[in-house]
C-alpha cells in the first residue's frame, strides 16, 4: 500500500463525492483482487479465486501501455462522453481523461467496492476524481440507472457515447454487468425514440396546444378521478391484427368491465356494435384524426387527450372529453401557470397512456387485447382500423392487399427486429415497438393484475397470458354500470388562475420581444454578408445574447422546445467546438463557431416571432 497515494486518492475523492467517500474509506481490502509489479513498474491487478488460484487480470508486462491499445481499437477521440464497464485499478479511465477535454461525461460503473478500496490504495487516481465530467457508482442498483442517467439523457443521445469495458471484471461478473448494460441500451434506446418524435413533430406540438387552448380550459383533468374505480376490471382495447379473433367476445360480457379504447381501435369498435367508455388520444399527427368516425354517434363514449392532438378531435366530443398533462415545454408552461390537470407518467404510445389511466384509476385487473406489438402477415392493424382500411381502397387487380401489406412492411427497413411470439414462434416486430414492450414490463408491479388476453404477438414480461374468453370469464362476470355511471357527472375546472395567467403571458411577451430587438440589433449590425474581420465580434455578439437569454429560463426553454432539431444542431455542434478548442488550442475554429452561430440566428428569429404572435392570441383565452 503506498499511503501517499491514497492519501490523495482520498482527498481528491472526497471532494469528488463525500457520501462515496465515507462508504469507501472504511472498508477492508477485497480478500479476491491483489496487485503484483509489472514488468513496466505499475500495478498489475490479479484475482484469487476461492481456492487461492492466482490469475492475471491486468497485463504482467505494461498494465498502461495495454489500456492505450484498447482504446485505440474504440476511437476514443471521437468521442466526448463515455460508459465505462470495470473500473479495475483505473488504467483506461486515466487514459481517457489525458486524451479527452473537460467538456467530456464519463460514466464508470464498478460492481466491487473491495477491488476500489484496493485500487486507491495502490494507483493515483486523483485524476479522475479531479475530473468535472466524470460520476463514478460503485455497486449501484441497477434500477436506479434511469434516474442518474436524466441530467444527461440529451447529451449522450445526441453526442453519443463510446462504451469502454474492462473486460475480464465484466466477464468474472457477467451477471450483473450484463444487466447493467442492458439496461443502459434499453435507456438510451427508448431516449432515441423519445428525441427523434420530438425532432420530428416540435413544430406540431406547439401548433397543437396553442390551437387546444380554449378546449383544455374548458376540460376537467383526470386528476379528479384518481383512484376512483378500485377493484373494476378494465379492458384496454388496442388495434393490433390478433383482435380480428375476438373482438366480438367483447359484446358477451360488456357491462362486466370499464373499456378503454386507443384511438386507432375505436373504428373496429363502432363497427362490431361496441361502444368503449374511454378513447384515449395522443398523437399529433393530422392522420390520428381518422382514428375517429364524426359521422358516427359515439353514445356515453368520453375522450381523454392531452393538449398534442389535432384541434379537431376535442372539439367533437363537446363536453364529453377530459385532459392530462403533456411533458413539453410549452404544455408544462401552460400548466404551471393555469391548472394540472392530472399527470399518466410516462407516455411514449397512446397504449402506454391507457395503461397507466387504468392504473390511475386503480382499476383492476387490467386486460390487454389487441397488443401485438409484432407483425401478422406482415401487418400491424386489425380490421376496420383506417390503416387497414387504406390498403383495402388502393387494392386492385395488379396491387393485391399482400402486395401493398409488403411494401409497407419494407419501409421499416433497418427499424425491423425478430421475436418470438407467445407460441413459441418466430415474428418479426420493430425496435419502436420492441422499446414499448420493454416499457410495459419496466411499468408492472407486484401488486397489480395485469393479463394479456390478446391472443397473438409478443409477449410481454410479468403479464399473464390468457385467451380473451378465460378472461372475460374469470374476470368480468358480474355488472359494474351502476358503478360507472356516476363517475364522470362532477369533475371541476379550475378557473381560479386566469388572472394569473394573463400576467405570466403579458411577461413573457416582453421577454419575447427584448429578444426579438437584440436579434435585430445584430442582424443590422453585420448585414447579410460579413467580412472575415467581422466573424469575432458576431460570435462574441452571438455568446452575449445566449447569456441575456439564460437569465430567463422559461423563455429559453420554450424557444428550445418549439424548434427542437434547430436547436440539437447547435447543441451537438457546440459540444465538439468546445472539446477541439480545449484538445486543440492552436486550430483555429473560428469559421466553425461563425456557421454554428449563423444557423443560430436563423432558428431563434424565427421561434422567437412565432411565439410572439401565439402567445399574443391566446391573451384573449385568459381574460
Known sequence: MNNLVLKRNLASLKKMDPVLFERISSLKVTKFYATTKSKSGHPALVHIDQEGNRK?????????????????????????????????????????????????????????????????????????????????????????????????????????????????????????????????????????????????????????????????????????????????????????????????????????????????????????????????????????????????????????????????????????????????????????????????????????????????????????????????????????????????????????????????????GQNLTECVDIFGCQVNSTLAMDSYRQIFSDSLNMSQTVINATEGGVAINGMKNLSLREALHQYCRNSIREKLDALMTSMPIDKGTQISLRESINRLIANLKNTAKKIDAIKSKYGDTLLNDQKQFFVNDMESLYKSMLEYKETALLLQGYDFAGFSDWYRSNSQILSKKELSKENNLLDEEFERDLKLLKVLEASVEYLRINFEKSLSLAN
Not at 115 to 132: G, R
Not at 240 to 246: A, F, V
Not at 364 to 390: E, M
Open 56 to 412: 492475471q487480470v491486468d497485463s504482467i508486462f505494461d498494465p498502461v501501455r495495454d489500456a492505450t491499445r484498447n482504446l485505440e481499437r474504440l476511437e476514443i477521440d471521437k468521442s466526448i462522453n463515455f460508459v465505462v464497464l470495470g473500473l479495475g485499478l483505473g488504467y483506461q479511465v486515466s487514459e481517457i481523461v489525458k486524451q479527452c477535454s473537460t467538456q467530456a461525461k464519463i460514466y464508470i460503473f464498478e460492481k466491487d467496492p473491495e477491488l476500489f478500496a484496493l485500487a486507491i490504495q495502490e494507483v493515483d487516481l486523483s485524476s479522475i476524481f479531479e475530473h468535472p465530467g466524470v460520476r463514478l457508482f460503485i455497486d449501484l442498483d441497477i434500477r436506479e440507472i434511469s434516474g442518474l442517467m436524466d441530467p444527461e439523457r440529451i447529451n449522450f443521445t445526441l453526442n453519443e457515447y463510446c462504451l469502454v469495458s474492462q473486460k475480464a471484471l465484466v466477464d468474472r461478473n457477467i451477471e450483473y454487468y450484463g444487466v447493467l448494460f442492458k439496461e443502459i441500451e434499453i435507456y438510451f434506446k427508448e431516449s432515441k425514440i423519445n428525441l427523434k418524435t420530438q425532432t420530428i413533430h416540435s413544430k406540431l406540438y406547439y401548433k397543437n396546444v396553442f390551437s387546444n387552448l380554449d378546449c383544455l380550459m374548458n376540460s376537467p383533468g383526470i386528476k379528479s378521478l384518481k383512484g376512483s374505480l378500485p377493484d373494476i376490471p378494465a379492458l384496454i382495447c388496442s388495434a393490433g391484427p390478433s383482435l380480428d379473433k375476438n373482438i366480438q367476445l367483447l359484446k358477451s360480457s360488456r357491462k362486466g368491465f370499464f373499456l378503454i379504447a386507443v384511438a386507432t381501435a375505436l373504428k373496429p369498435l363502432l363497427h362490431n356494435g361496441i361502444l368503449p367508455d374511454l378513447v384515449i388520444s395522443i398523437d399529433p399527427d393530422e392522420i390520428t384524426i381518422r382514428s375517429f368516425d364524426f359521422l358516427r354517434d359515439t353514445g356515453d363514449t368520453w375522450l381523454v387527450y392531452n393538449a398534442a392532438v389535432p384541434n379537431t378531435i376535442p372539439k367533437y366530443f363537446l363536453n364529453k372529453k377530459m385532459a392530462f398533462d403533456l411533458d413539453i415545454h410549452l404544455a408544462e408552461w401552460f400548466k404551471k401557470h393555469s391548472e394540472e390537470k392530472g399527470s399518466l407518467g410516462k407516455t411514449t404510445s397512446v397504449a402506454h397512456s391507457a395503461f397507466n389511466l387504468a392504473k390511475f384509476l386503480s382499476c383492476s385487473p387490467v386486460i390487454l387485447l389487441g397488443q401485438d406489438l409484432s407483425f401478422h402477415k406482415q401487418r400491424l392493424h386489425c380490421k376496420h382500423s383506417f390503416y387497414f382500411d387504406d390498403h383495402i381502397n388502393l387494392v386492385s387487380r395488379f396491387k393485391q392487399f399482400s402486395y401493398l401489406n409488403r411494401l409497407r412492411y419494407i419501409d421499416f
